[in-house]
C-alpha cells in the first residue's frame, strides 16, 4: 500500500522552530521528486519547497528563503523541512508531494496547481502565534 505520512506539525510562537518529515512506504522512493506543499484556510496551495531524486537540485519559495531547508534520506525514506524563524503568515496544512515524472525540484513546486502528482500525504498542521 502505498503511502505519504507527514508528521512534526504543531504549535509554535512567531521565531520558533518545526521540523516536518515526510515518510513514504509502497514505491520506490529514490525514484521520485518529493515537495513540500502547504495550504491556508481561505488561500491556494503553494509550493515551499521541493527536493529531486539527487542531491544538489532543490528549490525554495522566496518567502521561504534563509528560513526552510529541505533534505531527503533515501536510505530511511524520508524528507524533512526544517523551519527556522517562524512567521505566523507560515501557519497552513502542510503538505508532501511525490512524483515520478517530474524531474526538477523546481518544476515540482510551481506546477501543482496544473499536474496531478502520484502520491500526496494527508497534511499536518501548522500553527504560528504572534
Known amino acids: 500500500q502505498v503511502q505519504l505520512v507527514e508528521s512534526g506539525g504543531g504549535l509554535v510562537q512567531a521565531g520558533g522552530s518545526l521540523r516536518l518529515s515526510c515518510a513514504a512506504s509502497g514505491f520506490t522512493w529514490d525514484y521520485y521528486t518529493i515537495g513540500w506543499f502547504r495550504q491556508a484556510p481561505g488561500k491556494e496551495r503553494e509550493g515551499v519547497s521541493c527536493?529531486?531524486?539527487?542531491?544538489?537540485?532543490?528549490y525554495l519559495s522566496d518567502s521561504m528563503k534563509g528560513r526552510f531547508t529541505i533534505s531527503r534520506d533515501n536510505a530511511k525514506n524520508t524528507v524533512s523541512l526544517q523551519m527556522n524563524s517562524l512567521k505566523p503568515e507560515d501557519t497552513a496544512v502542510y503538505y508532501c508531494?511525490?512524483?515520478?515524472?517530474?524531474?526538477?525540484?523546481?518544476?515540482?513546486?510551481?506546477?501543482?496547481?496544473?499536474?496531478?502528482?502520484?502520491?500526496w500525504g494527508q497534511g499536518t498542521q501548522v500553527t504560528v502565534s504572534s
Open positions: 527536493i529531486g531524486s539527487y542531491d544538489g537540485d532543490t
Open positions: 508531494a511525490a512524483d515520478r515524472a517530474i524531474t526538477t525540484a523546481h518544476a515540482m513546486c510551481v506546477m501543482n496547481k496544473i499536474l496531478k502528482y502520484d502520491y
